[in-house]
C-alpha cells in the first residue's frame, strides 16, 4: 500500500445504507467445478431474492471475465487474482448493503478463505455444490469438458488443474438429491435463520 494514499471517511455509510433498505448484507458464495450448477442455482436464488424486495447483485465468473476480468487466464496464479478482485468487489457491494452472490469455480481454500475475510463474521455463508467430476463431465453444459479431454483446452479444472474440496462450507448442495427449488430453499433457510 502506497502510503501516500489517505482512506477518506464519507458521510453515508454502510449502517445507513443497512437502515434504509431494511436487509442484512451479506456474500453467498457458490464453489464448485464447471457444470456443477453454480450459475443455475445462484441466478434462481438471485429471482427469488429479489422477487421477495431483496436488493441483490450476482456476480458470475464467465460474465465477470468478460469485463473486469477479460485480461484473466485459467493458470493458478490468474485464478488467484480473479478470485482477489472479486472478493475485493463483493466487500464493496456488501459496503453498498446488498446481497451479493458470487459464484466462481474458486478453485482454492486460500482464496475463498480471504474473500471470507474482506467482509464481517456471519457475512459470508459459502456454498459448495458437490457434484462429482464425472456427473459435471456428463452434463458439460458448454462441451468444455469434451475439449479438455481432447486436448484443445489446458488448465480445466477437474482435469489438469486442481480443485480443493471446501473444508468446513456453511452449505453443501447435492444436485442429484434436490432440484433447483430445493437448492434455493435450503439457502434461503439458512440465511433467515442468520437474519440476513
Ligand atoms: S475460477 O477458477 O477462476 O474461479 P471462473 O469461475 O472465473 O473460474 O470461470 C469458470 C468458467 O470459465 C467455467 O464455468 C467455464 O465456462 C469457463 N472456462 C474456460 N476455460 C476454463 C478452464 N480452463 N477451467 C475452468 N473453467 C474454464
Not at 449502517?15 to 464448485?32: E, H, L, N, S
Not at 431483496?54 to 478470485?83: A, M, Q, V
Not at 467482509?119 to 455463508?125: C, K, P, R, T
Request: glycine residues 6%; proline residues 3%; charged residues 30%.
Amino acid at each position: 500500500m502506497n502510503k501516500h494514499i489517505v482512506w477518506h471517511e464519507h458521510t453515508i455509510q454502510k449502517a445507513d445504507r443497512i437502515g434504509m433498505y431494511a436487509q442484512k448484507p451479506c456474500v453467498i458464495w457458490f464453489t464448485g467445478l464447471s457444470g456443477s450448477g453454480k450459475s443455475t442455482i445462484a441466478n434462481a436464488l438471485e429471482a427469488k431474492l429479489f422477487e421477495d424486495g431483496c436488493k441483490t447483485y450476482l456476480l458470475d465468473g464467465d460474465n465477470i471475465r468478460h469485463g473486469l476480468n477479460s485480461d484473466i487466464g485459467f493458470s493458478n496464479e490468474d485464478r488467484i487474482e480473479n478470485i482477489r478482485r472479486i472478493s475485493e468487489v463483493a466487500k464493496l457491494f456488501v459496503d453498498a448493503g446488498l446481497i451479493v452472490i458470487c459464484s466462481f469455480i474458486s478453485p482454492f481454500e486460500n482464496e475463498r478463505k480471504l474473500a471470507r475475510c474482506l467482509v464481517e463474521d456471519g457475512e459470508f455463508v459459502e456454498v459448495f455444490l458437490d457434484t462429482p467430476l464425472d456427473i459435471c463431465e456428463q452434463r458439460d453444459p458448454k462441451g468444455l469438458y469434451k475439449k479438455a479431454r481432447n486436448g484443445e483446452l489446458k488448465d480445466f479444472t477437474g482435469i489438469d488443474s486442481a480443485y480443493e474440496i471446501p473444508s468446513n462450507p456453511e452449505i453443501t448442495i447435492n444436485i442429484s438429491a434436490c432440484s433447483v427449488d430445493d437448492a434455493v430453499n435450503i439457502i434461503l433457510d439458512f440465511i433467515r435463520s442468520k437474519s440476513c
